[in-house]
């Protein structure tokens, strides 16, 4: 499925946009061009692992090249799978240039790595002690639907209901996500944890803290500017 979208002439262009799904696509090629091994070596050096955060933030050194907290941005970057890495990119190229357009370039992207970061502690809160790398653009692009559902509540989102498309208010769709994710976090509490992330390889945590996230910092980013862009509209799954 692909997103449909309004096109408007005065509409800037998603540069931001197109350069986050760009370095996410060439960072997963990079990641199926390693061995096994040296991808979990990888994910070990660049996703986040919380318990090696929580320790870092204790004082404590990891032995690699980067300082650990660098991991809250370069796990953003990573993803587990095909369809990991597509239904985030499809998410975000059908919310982010509006959000984008709204906030300007260089604010979008601050905005952006921002929402990704927080989303990433939130999950870490949850699971201090975790040894299993977690990972994915998940966090920041539910804070790019969190700016969204506020600047642009009444958009219509086209989605599929069992096979009938419908266009629903973007109010009504990204609520019910969110509250989804809510839930679902709350049941979460207490699970073990296992494919890198909470629960089954989903991070609520982060999709329910990135989105908040991304909805209180909208406004303060200047998401209720005057650019003239119109709302797209997508076809999420």
Not at 40 to 69: C, H
Not at 164 to 176: D, M, Q, T
Request: net charge neutral; with cysteine.
């Amino acid at each position: 499925m692909f997103p449909i979208s309004d096109e408007n002439p005065t509409y800037t262009k998603p540069y931001v946009t197109y350069g986050l799904i760009l370095i996410n696509i060439l960072c997963f090629l990079y990641e199926l061009s390693l061995p096994s091994g040296q991808l979990d070596n990888f994910f070990r050096m660049a996703a986040i692992v919380p318990a090696e955060l929580t320790a870092s933030f204790q004082g404590e050194v990891i032995p690699q090249g980067l300082p650990e907290w660098t991991t809250l941005i370069t796990s953003q970057f990573l993803h587990g799978g095909w369809l990991h890495l597509l239904g985030n990119m499809l998410y975000l190229w059908i919310f982010g240039n509006n959000v984008e357009d709204k906030l300007g370039h260089v604010k979008f992207l601050i905005f952006y790595l921002l929402c990704g970061v927080l989303a990433g502690l939130a999950q870490w809160f949850f699971a201090q002690g975790s040894t299993v790398p977690s990972l994915g653009a998940s966090g920041a692009i539910a804070g790019v639907m969190g700016a969204y559902i506020v600047r642009f509540p009444r958009a219509k989102i086209l989605t599929l209901i069992s096979v009938f498309p419908l266009r629903v208010p973007a109010l009504l769709f990204l609520g019910i996500w969110f509250v989804q994710q809510a839930f679902y976090s709350y049941a979460s509490l207490g699970a073990p944890t296992n494919t890198g992330m909470e629960n089954g390889g989903i991070a609520y945590w982060a999709h329910a803290g990135g989105f908040a996230v991304g909805a209180i910092l909208g406004p303060l980013f200047g998401i209720f500017s005057d650019s003239v862009a119109k709302p797209n509209k997508g076809l999420p799954f």
